[in-house]
């Protein structure tokens, strides 16, 4: 079965610094998709970024860019600039590309401080 | 984007009645959504797959006589907790299939009295 492991519970930046937050999966599929989610206060998830394990290169969404390695299954998350509407819960996730569910790390709550 | 709507976003309810939980994906047609359970600090668990027009798939050892999914039309799918307890008590979210992957509801939060 697919596992997802975020190896850290709390992370904390100061603002406007860099933080990377880990993610390791284990599968024995070699088509797949990652994801990162951000679950802020409101309870809201939303998507960060995903990764398609076929394209080599690493995703990017402004701020936010992924360490994808993949022989490795490490799919880190580096948020760049980072600021107090950053803070949240962070959850990776990955799917297989023939399978519907996702499957959620245990998340990594980040804090942002002033 | 798309946008799926989740009500109530909290609810209050007394030990042994039912409660329903709607889903609406807004702005898209939904083949697929999703049910989850998360409890506080903790990561979002699946419940169920819910397919329009068929039988939901509950994951292992969910109660599928105590959480009933239907999911009849593809902009609609509902969560009915039945004869609730307090232990059923947690924040309940949706998720839907689309285009670019999943979105999520803003979840619901169930207290059981």
């Known amino acids: 079965a697919q596992t997802v492991t975020q190896s850290q519970p709390e992370m904390s930046v100061q603002e406007a610094e860099t933080v990377t937050l880990s993610c390791t999966y284990d599968t024995s599929e070699s088509d797949y998709y990652l994801f990162w989610y951000k679950q802020p206060p409101s309870r809201q998830m939303i998507l960060v970024i995903r990764?398609?394990?076929?394209?080599?290169q690493n995703a990017t969404e402004n701020r936010f860019s992924v360490n994808f390695q993949k022989a490795a299954k490490s799919f880190s998350l580096k948020i760049s600039d980072s600021q107090l509407g950053d803070a949240a819960m962070y959850f990776c996730?990955?799917?297989?590309?023939?399978?519907?569910?996702?499957?959620f790390g245990q998340g990594t709550r980040l804090t942002i401080n002033p | 984007g798309a946008v799926v709507s989740q009500h109530p976003s909290w609810v209050i309810c007394k030990s042994g009645t039912s409660v329903k939980i709607e889903c609406r994906s807004l702005?898209?047609?939904?083949?697929?959504m999703f049910w989850y359970r998360q409890f506080p600090k903790q990561s979002l668990m699946l419940m169920a797959t819910?397919?329009?027009?068929?039988?939901?798939?509950?994951e292992q050892g969910v109660e599928k006589d105590k959480f009933l999914i239907n999911h009849a039309s593809l902009t609609l799918s509902t969560l009915t907790v039945t004869s609730a307890h307090p232990e059923d008590s947690s924040f309940y979210i949706c998720?839907?299939?689309?285009?670019?992957?999943?979105?999520f509801g803003s979840g619901t939060r169930l207290t059981v009295v």
């Open positions: 998720s839907a299939r689309d285009i670019e992957g999943y979105t």
């Open positions: 996730a990955y799917r297989t590309r023939g399978a519907q569910k996702l499957v």
């Open positions: 990764q398609e394990a076929y394209k080599q």
């Open positions: 819910s397919n329009e027009g068929s039988k939901a798939t509950y």
């Open positions: 702005d898209f047609q939904a083949t697929t």
